[in-house]
């Protein structure tokens, strides 16, 4: 049963909570795409996904092409990098990344020469008639990953294998989050290669069904694609409008607005039998199949009062921020924080110095009229807001009791671990209390503790092992004591040592006659 | 560049707790208005010494306990609490009836449980309820609204600060003129004597639904209360509850013996039954806080109220019906956590 109709006819439901946010994306979404200049040097992390670092295949001196792979999966959950731009492979070490941490990490530093050349591209021509498992493979070897923000490589979420039928794929243009404004570009101007990855992703996942779905604030997108799916023709593809409310745009209340179920929260979408990916993502899906480009580059939305010309740039991977910043016009006097992402879920990075990675969806330098001061929150005076506006139906007042009581086994019992940290709770509390910054510490706490019980069983398991073993030991130097005493004393009561050999040889002839 | 380092979300705070309680302050003033429009300035001076007293003993408070005090004597939780002791208060009650009240409230009831937002027990309430054990004579002399005395009795503003800071009413006032019993007091006691509603509704204490004068009050609280429902400050749970409380006990026995309950539109215009749907039961430190959990705790009030105003020895009921739901509101949130998303229905 639906809650209400979209502007097509479909049938939409309500997630709970939410704030309508004001956007902020009309700074951002003038002048289209503009493509930003190669740097003289690329800085590709090998970690910039989730799962397992890749493992680097090339060294310090050797000569790259643009879409050459210069590191491999490490496993299963891991993806492969390759080389943005032509150039001389310079340092393989660590360095400033964007990370909350503000650590550095092992990254593969690129010298370009500026000729920009680019290996042979392999598509796959015939992706119609290719099995399912090729055109997962020959994604996962362009090393594409979740390019929303999460970054997950995105050939396991078109894997089939032993799942369930999956009954519809959701591709998510919602960008619910104020300042973000990329995907919506990328709709507007390249709706036809998100369209062709639809099609590419439905074949994958053997699925008939695909919905498009866009936030009602994006009116020029909607109109593209309309126009691509018009050109397309294609019926199994459709456009829904979704309502402007953030988070709109997560996957988990995305799908409960568009199917009315709710991902269980010890499983997947695939449970409720759905698929969802960004519209970037299948765009790059689109070029890696259809045009056989790997992922080297992205768009990046350059945004806030702190830049003087803030717009959309399609920059390669591993630029630095200050480089995007510059060509953007430089900052602005009132440039104070900047951000890698947007102003809700986004982290803070002390350096411009750190690269684009495939996780960059925005690079946001907020002035202080933007962000929030640093404050003293006052105690918590239980008036609920924050409970009606999450969207995951929790009580973050009771969350954030027991945080501070440090009582983490009650936040399990009131399920933490379904926090998605949109931020919706710290921004309408009275108090001004940082909820989202406490349920991250009560996690993490908690998984620390799970890795220190881990270690204490394993150790408890070998502590165990090693009694056993001692015991055993002693054990068999006591049978050997005996058995030696019981000889001597055999020979001491008249028998010779003769009859000893007699005795042992006859012992083990009839051990061999046992075993024949 | 140096740059800030700060978590997520970075954008500016929604709110604040100064600006939910002048959202508070601002929708009791239509009401206020109406209150000194019958019953004269009274109510007004109640609420200035109120607050005087209530600022002093928070800084007091703060003090002793060693807490930053600009921020707590800024939030006007304090003066939310005075201004609400005060519309409990006769009007012309001696200026130190309210000042004591107020006093016990914010040192007992709010501070020494831990100050904002760790007391149990709603402040302003608890303090009513010390004044009305303690100074019982004090606490129920009433004066009549204006339209009730005549022109030669009417109190004027004076003589109504005489009688506040002066011991008593002043020469010259008439006393039986312009004092009386509230409409739900003259209820009590006349039911009390076997007479019938019918028969007691004669009086010229009541109006249309409540007593006179309290009737109109009671719509510019509701004002006020809508006002508060649509900025978001109090949400629709405490209100309904109260009134679906109240409501159902008077209709359930008005509907059994009309002549000896009074209506359910008398009950829920009379005394202080809207201001506690919309503004008492409220105080969201001491409610229970989660959605399910504020209805059962206001419908507890509201039943409560309707039992002690009916069967209690105190006209109205709402300060003890609300302290005991205070005492019930953790019990509540234990059993009504929300089902989370991606949980299975129990």
Not at chain 1, 218 to 231: I, V
Request: hydrophobic share 45%; aromatic share 8%; with cysteine.
């Amino acid at each position: 049963m639906a809650d209400m109709r979209s502007r097509d006819g479909v049938e939409l439901h309500h997630f709970h909570g939410g704030l309508e946010l004001p956007d902020h994306k009309a700074m951002s979404t003038g002048g289209g795409i503009r493509i930003a200049p190669v740097p003289r040097e690329l800085i590709v992390p090998l970690s910039q996904h989730i799962g397992e670092p890749a493992t680097a295949l090339v060294e310090i001196g050797d000569l790259v092409k643009r879409g050459q792979m210069i590191a491999e999966p490490a496993s299963a959950v891991s993806a492969s990098l390759h080389a943005p731009s032509s150039g001389r492979v310079s340092a393989i070490e660590d360095r400033l990344v964007p990370h909350p941490s503000g650590l550095s990490a092992r990254c593969i530093v690129i010298e370009t020469d500026g000729r920009d050349e680019a290996v042979v591209p392999q598509p796959l021509p015939d992706w119609q008639d290719a099995p399912p498992a090729m055109v997962r493979d020959h994604v996962r070897a362009a090393g594409i990953v979740g390019l929303g923000g999460a970054a997950f490589p995105t050939w396991i979420k078109l894997d089939i294998e032993g799942r369930p039928p999956i009954e519809r794929l959701i591709l998510n243009g919602a960008e619910c989050e104020p300042y973000i404004s990329c995907d919506d570009l990328l709709m507007q101007d390249r709706a036809m290669e998100i369209v062709s990855g639809a099609q590419i992703m439905l074949h994958a996942l053997h699925t008939a069904h695909c919905q498009i779905a866009i936030e009602d604030n994006k009116p020029r997108a909607e109109a593209a694609l309309r126009a691509a799916l018009a050109e397309a023709n294609d019926e199994r593809l459709e456009l829904v409008c979704v309502p402007s409310v953030y988070p709109e745009g997560g996957e988990k209340q995305l799908i409960q607005v568009l199917t009315g179920r709710e991902v269980p929260h010890d499983g997947l979408p695939l449970d409720v039998g759905v698929v969802c990916h960004n519209v970037a993502t299948a765009a790059a899906v689109h070029r890696a199949i259809v045009r056989g480009e790997p992922l080297v580059s992205r768009i990046v939305t350059v945004t806030g009062a702190g830049v003087s010309a803030p717009g959309n740039v399609e920059a390669r991977l591993g630029t630095p921020f200050e480089a995007l910043i510059a060509f953007c016009g430089g900052y602005t006097e009132t440039a104070s924080r900047l951000i890698m992402g947007g102003p809700m879920m986004g982290f803070a990075v002390k350096s411009d110095a750190v690269p684009v990675i495939k996780a960059t969806n925005c690079i946001l330098a907020g002035s202080d009229a933007e962000v929030a001061p640093a404050r003293e929150p006052m105690p918590c005076i239980r008036c609920g807001e924050c409970a009606e506006v999450c969207p995951a139906s929790l009580l973050p007042q009771t969350l954030y009791w027991f945080t501070r009581a440090r009582d983490f086994e009650r936040t399990r019992d009131y399920d933490l671990f379904d926090c998605i940290e949109c931020g919706c709770c710290d921004l309408v509390c009275p108090s001004q209390i940082p909820l989202a910054s406490h349920f991250r510490f009560a996690k993490t706490e908690i998984w620390g503790k799970e890795i220190e019980r881990a270690k204490a069983d394993i150790a408890r398991q070998r502590h165990e092992f090693r009694q056993a073993r001692l015991e055993r030991e002693a054990r068999e130097q006591e049978e050997k004591r005996r058995k030696k005493q019981e000889a001597l004393e055999r020979m001491k009561s008249g028998g010779t040592q003769k009859d000893e050999i007699k005795a042992a040889l006859e012992r083990a002839r009839r051990k061999k006659e046992e075993k024949e | 560049m140096k740059f800030t380092l700060a978590p997520a979300p970075h954008l500016k705070p929604l709110n604040s707790v100064g600006a939910v309680m002048r959202q508070v302050l601002y929708a009791l003033v239509p009401a206020t208005a109406a209150y000194v429009w019958y019953f004269g300035w009274g109510i007004v001076i109640q609420m200035l010494i109120a607050t005087a007293f209530a600022l002093a003993a928070e800084f007091i408070m703060l003090v002793l306990r060693d807490r930053p005090v600009r921020p707590f004597i800024t939030d006007f939780s304090a003066v939310v609490t005075a201004v609400l002791l005060a519309w409990a208060m006769p009007p012309t009650a001696p200026w130190w009836l309210v000042g004591i009240g107020v006093v016990f409230a914010i040192v007992f009831a709010k501070h020494l449980y831990g100050g904002l937002g760790y007391n149990l027990f709603n402040p302003a309430m608890a303090g009513y309820v010390v004044l009305l054990i303690s100074f019982p004579k004090e606490m129920t002399t009433w004066i009549a609204p204006g339209m009730l005395v005549d022109d030669d009795n009417q109190l004027t503003f004076f003589q109504t600060l005489q009688t506040i800071f002066g011991g008593g009413f002043p020469q010259g006032v008439n006393v039986d003129a312009v004092t009386s019993a509230t409409p739900l007091d003259y209820l009590r006691t006349q039911l009390t004597a076997n007479r019938t509603i019918l028969e007691i509704r004669q009086n010229g204490l009541f109006g249309d639904f409540g007593g006179k004068g309290w009737e109109w009050i009671g719509n510019f609280l509701v004002l006020g209360g809508i006002w508060l429902l649509y900025r978001r400050v109090i949400r629709w749970q405490v209100p309904a509850g109260v009134f679906l409380g109240l409501g159902s006990m008077a209709f359930l026995f008005y509907a059994l013996d009309p002549g000896s309950h009074a209506s359910p539109g008398f009950h829920l215009f009379s005394g202080a039954a809207i201001l506690c749907a919309f503004f008492i039961a409220t105080d969201p430190v001491s409610a229970a806080t989660t959605p399910k959990g504020r209805l059962i705790y206001a419908f507890g009030i509201g039943v409560l109220i309707y039992i002690i105003r009916t069967w209690g020895s105190y006209p109205d009921g709402v300060a003890f019906a609300v302290l005991l739901m205070n005492m019930a509101a953790p019990l509540i949130d234990h059993y009504t956590k929300p089902r989370t998303y991606g949980h299975a229905k129990p």
